[in-house]
């Protein structure tokens, strides 16, 4: 059961490339999400989805899309990246209402 | 909207010492209450959650959370600190208008001392 897994793990972009981050889960979860997490932040949500069809914004959306095609998988798209974007990404998924969210292990992203 | 306050970015306590995390949560409704640890250059692995039920809730690794209604807290302790505590610990809040959407505070960095 490989639960959450995000590839690449690690990834170096110059300033305007695009990209995108994978996450894929085997657990048959209908809600998965992607957070950002920057040194003294915390993580935050930058968008999330409570089904195959189905996304929606979090609190940081600017400079990403999402898409959500299968239950299976849920795409993170850097469209033009720039420094600011440099952080490590994990992507969460959960069954539903009060239950529990499982992380991938992250991707660590350097824009330079 | 929920929002999750830990106090001290950074906690120092000596192997065999009492680990107290604090993290207090502001929450319209009854809230789906979560403890993460992450190590270094890992994801996140949860260690407790409240969700209904008893407030006093046992984790992995010897932790445990009570939930203070009354004080808007979910304190995680540990009676005894091992060397392999040594992580990032993230409280974190969910359950607002019915939404999934985990609400994270800003975690606090635990160092154990031989």
């Known amino acids: 059961n490989a639960g959450v897994t995000q590839t690449p793990k690690f990834q170096v972009l110059k300033t305007g490339q695009s990209m995108t981050l994978q996450c894929a889960q085997d657990?048959?979860?209908?809600?998965m999400s992607w957070y950002r997490q920057d040194p003294g932040m915390g993580l935050r949500l930058i968008h999330y989805s409570v089904g195959a069809g189905i996304t929606d914004q979090g609190e940081v959306p600017n400079g990403y899309n999402v898409s959500r095609s299968t239950t299976e998988d849920f795409p993170l798209r850097l469209l033009s990246a720039a420094p600011s974007q440099t952080s490590v990404y994990f992507c969460?998924?959960?069954?539903?209402?009060?239950?529990?969210?499982?992380f991938g292990q992250g991707t660590r992203l350097t824009v330079v | 909207a929920q929002s999750v306050t830990q106090l001290g970015s950074h906690v120092s306590v000596s192997e065999g010492a009492l680990v107290l995390l604090r993290c207090n949560y502001s929450s319209s409704v009854p809230p789906y209450l979560f403890w993460y640890v992450q190590y270094p250059n890992q994801g996140l692995q949860l260690l407790l959650k409240?969700?209904?039920?008893?407030?006093l809730v046992k984790g992995i690794n010897g932790f445990e959370a009570e939930f203070k209604k009354s004080e808007t807290s979910f304190h995680l302790t540990k009676p005894s600190a091992h060397m392999s505590d040594a992580a990032e610990y993230f409280c974190a809040v969910k359950g607002e208008g019915g939404s999934e959407k985990l609400v994270f505070g800003k975690g606090t960095k635990l160092t154990v001392n031989p």
């Open positions: 657990m048959n979860h209908e809600y």
């Open positions: 969460a998924s959960s069954y539903g209402r009060g239950r529990v969210a499982f």
């Open positions: 409240y969700t209904t039920g008893a407030t």
